[in-house]
């Protein structure tokens, strides 16, 4: 069975940090690209971040830029989503979904209709 499981949420005060970790079962994650998602309360589902598979090469969402940095370590078969500075419109149900290799003239990591294996969500709560 193809799993992946976020873990690492929680409730944290603005401006501190945060580490999600994605980690998958059933299949190798190092031949995906994986992206974390967000759904905050009464609104989309968004992109948030991507890295993919083979060069890594890695995807932001502008209202993340600068604070939020994605890398994975394939000997864990785990992605992570280092979360700093973080904000109270962060606050949001997180997901990581793996896809096929997004080619090099692709600009499809934000399309969540292009993941295939998506993990049942951690909460992260930014308030004081």
């Known amino acids: 069975q193809l799993q992946l499981v976020e873990s690492g949420g929680g409730l944290v005060q603005p401006g501190g940090s945060l580490r999600l970790s994605c980690a998958a079962s059933?299949?190798?994650?190092?031949?995906?690209?994986i992206g974390w998602f967000r759904q905050a309360p009464g609104k989309e589902r968004e992109g948030v971040s991507c890295i993919n598979s083979g060069n890594d090469r890695t995807y932001y969402a502008d209202s993340v830029k600068g604070r939020f940095t994605i890398s994975r370590d394939n000997a864990k078969n785990t992605v992570y989503l280092q979360m700093n500075s973080l904000k109270p419109e962060d606050t949001a149900v997180y997901y990581c979904?793996?896809?096929?290799?997004?080619?090099?003239?692709?600009?499809?990591?934000?399309?969540?209709?292009?993941?295939?294996?998506w993990g049942q969500g951690t909460q992260v709560t930014v308030s004081s």
């Open positions: 059933g299949f190798t994650l190092g031949y995906y690209a």
């Open positions: 979904a793996a896809k096929n290799r997004i080619g090099p003239y692709s600009s499809t990591w934000y399309l969540e209709g292009t993941y295939t294996i």
